[in-house]
């Protein structure tokens, strides 16, 4: 018993440090050396180690109680400023995948709407153009490399906007608006209803790799939290900008990878899982072969929706 406590607070201690102590930490270090040398003195190296001399000769710090205070004092800071870039992130995450329901978000979505015609049509134009200057007998078409090549990129421009046409203000919201989409183009099912219920079910395997997404995907946020910050620091000392744009341009790379993932995992637990839990709860046969019919999708809607 005394191990695995002794296992569990080392880990506890590891977690505490690396969520909140060292990011808290490393943002207090970058302010106060901000607010020393400000933007007149941004790269004075000598007028912060002359403040530091300053502070190190101060009477107080000798003595062990004044240092221990002021070490639990930083530490206490740090993890303040960690937990609340925690809090922030949590808005971010929600901001990230929110519905367009306010003027603003709709404003966004009917924009990222036209963007995504605009590239669907000429994605479109491209492949009938493809068709149409292509050789081949035999009712196929051999259309040249160069064409192939423009048509996939073509479909990434596009697909970088959303994968369908965009109904929420955020590629976040529309990539799992998307596999909502997919899952009930495929079972006739609604994703929202099932999910909840499908999660009790899956295998841990399958449990921890969609967990292990969903927090990629707020330690993504919380780095945005982050550079919103330092982009506030940067008021009193513009260096902080660029570690702004570091965080924000690393925290959208996460981010948009993470959620793909996620997506795609929750797809794939509803296509290996989705039969099971129909048999679970008494609308298929767990004997009976085939995939999940649309039928059955609706029937698994019916009942997870109560007659709502």
């Not at 180690?49 to 240092?67: M, N, S, W």
């Not at 205070?69 to 971010?92: K, M, N, Y």
């Not at 040249?144 to 697909?159: G, K, V, W, Y």
Request: net charge positive.
């Amino acid at each position: 018993m005394h191990s695995l406590l002794t296992t569990l607070g080392g880990r506890l201690t590891e977690r505490w440090l690396n969520l909140l102590v060292l990011p808290g930490a490393l943002f207090l270090a970058a302010a106060a050396v901000g607010t020393t040398l400000g933007h007149r003195h941004w790269h004075d190296l000598d007028r912060l180690r002359t403040t530091l001399d300053e502070l190190a000769t101060r009477p107080a710090l000798d003595r062990t109680g004044t240092a221990a205070l002021l070490v639990a004092l930083v530490l206490l800071t740090a993890t303040a400023a960690s937990l609340a870039a925690q809090f922030l992130g949590g808005a971010i995450e929600r901001c990230w995948l929110r519905f367009g329901r306010d003027p603003y978000s709709r404003a966004r979505a009917a924009r990222r709407a036209r963007r995504w015609q605009e590239r669907d049509a000429r994605l479109t134009e491209a492949i009938e153009h493809a068709h149409g200057t292509g050789t081949g007998a035999g009712g196929a078409v051999l259309i040249p490399s160069s064409a192939l090549a423009r048509i996939q990129a073509l479909a990434e421009a596009r697909d970088r906007i959303a994968l369908r046409r965009p109904a929420r203000p955020t590629w976040y919201g529309d990539r799992m608006q998307a596999a909502a989409d997919r899952v009930e183009a495929a079972y006739g099912v609604d994703l929202a209803a099932l999910w909840p219920r499908l999660w009790l079910i899956l295998p841990e395997p399958a449990v921890r790799q969609i967990q292990s997404a969903h927090d990629s995907f707020s330690a993504a946020a919380r780095l945005a939290a982050w550079a919103v910050g330092y982009a506030l620091l940067a008021c009193w000392w513009w260096p902080a900008a660029l570690a702004a744009l570091g965080c924000a341009a690393v925290a959208r790379s996460r981010a948009r990878a993470a959620l793909d993932s996620l997506a795609g995992l929750i797809e794939a637990a509803v296509d290996v899982h989705g039969r099971e839990l129909a048999a679970r709860v008494g609308l298929l046969s767990p004997d009976e072969p085939g995939r999940l019919a649309h039928d059955t999708g609706d029937g698994l809607s019916e009942v997870f929706r109560k007659a709502e």
